[in-house]
């Protein structure tokens, strides 16, 4: 993922024509880290910024359209920012953990030390209403199958009242 975010910057400046003078705003986002390594060690002279407004809508709209093409469904995954959202998509990750958790931002300590025990409790609770689900459905079918051959229904008696 870094190096992804180091490629897209690289080719960007090279969109743009970059040359030495030209003043580029960063975000100060940490992930963006691995730009400003790459700046650094390229002297490439950059600004920290702070994205906001039209800018700052426009991200979010495109996260959202991202997040819901990975398959985030719910209704209260919108723009706004904020503890809604994190857990609009916590419990996203916790539902397929496994396959999830590369989304997350793991860099944070409070990951390691609490919110990754979490996803994985949670995820097993998932794991086990899936089974249980399965299993109702699939007694409910064999009820059916079995009322169905000792019941049996002429097409004629069904059709009969018309």
Request: proline share 3%.
């Amino acid at each position: 993922m870094k190096e992804h975010i180091v490629k897209i910057t690289i080719d960007a400046l090279r969109a743009f024509n970059h040359t030495k003078g030209d003043r580029i705003l960063l975000c100060r986002g940490n992930c963006f880290d691995p730009v400003r390594e790459y700046f650094h060690e390229n002297d490439i002279y950059y600004e920290p910024a702070i994205v906001e407004g039209k800018l700052q809508d426009a991200v979010e709209g495109k996260l959202i359209q991202h997040l819901r093409k990975l398959g985030v469904s719910s209704r209260n995954l919108t723009k706004e920012a904020g503890i809604q959202r994190y857990f609009v998509l916590f419990d996203w990750v916790c539902r397929d953990f496994p396959n999830r958790e590369r989304f997350v931002k793991t860099g944070f300590p409070a990951w390691k030390k609490k919110w990754k025990n979490i996803a994985i409790r949670r995820y097993k609770k998932y794991q086990r209403n899936v089974v249980q689900k399965k299993s109702v459905i699939e007694r409910r079918a064999k009820e059916i199958s079995k009322n169905m051959l000792e019941k049996p229904i002429s097409v004629r008696d069904a059709f009969s009242d018309r």
